[in-house]
């Protein structure tokens, strides 16, 4: 039996999601953290606009349909809807944390990046390790669903 088309796409598509984000954890933001407040303040306004564009963002829905619909239709059912559980949980910390940090410090501009970068950078690289952590597991579990459903 050959390996379950959706699981396959699912399985691309968080291990695509969590290599961004597993970037961002390990190399981007460190390397942001190293500058002053305000090239910080303005390097991460800019990422934030730059990621909302059609192949992110159908880059990071595509996983939800492709595991919601494989949960029906795949082998290893158990490990297909633990992977979609946890991606998910990925895109609820995205929409109600990360995004609306990302609209706060977009609404402060550049007149004070100071309190800007403290009341973002924290806040956010927690919600992020999160989300990071949640993708990574959800990508496992793909995995394992690929293995076990071949």
């Known amino acids: 039996m050959s390996s379950h088309p959706l699981v396959l796409v699912g399985t691309a598509g968080t291990g695509l999601v969590a290599g961004i984000f597993l970037a961002f954890a390990t190399a981007v933001m460190p390397g942001l953290a190293r500058g002053d407040d305000r090239t910080f303040v303005a390097a991460m306004q800019q990422v934030n606009l730059a990621i909302v564009n059609p192949l992110f963002v159908s880059l990071f829905v595509t996983p939800l349909l492709v595991l919601g619909t494989a949960f029906f239709t795949a082998p290893a059912r158990w490990?297909?809807?633990?992977?979609?559980?946890?991606?998910?949980?990925?895109?609820?910390?995205?929409?109600?944390?990360?995004?609306?940090?990302?609209?706060?410090?977009?609404?402060?501009?550049?007149?004070?990046?100071?309190?800007?970068?403290?009341?973002?950078?924290?806040?956010?690289?927690?919600?992020?390790?999160?989300?990071?952590?949640?993708?990574?597991?959800?990508?496992?579990?793909?995995?394992?669903a690929l293995v076990r459903g071949a």
């Open 79 to 144: 490990w297909v809807l633990a992977a979609l559980l946890l991606y998910v949980a990925t895109v609820l910390l995205t929409g109600a944390g990360n995004i609306p940090l990302n609209d706060a410090l977009a609404a402060a501009g550049s007149s004070d990046p100071s309190t800007a970068r403290a009341a973002f950078e924290d806040p956010w690289n927690r919600l992020h390790l999160v989300r990071t952590v949640a993708v990574l597991a959800s990508f496992g579990c793909c995995l394992v």
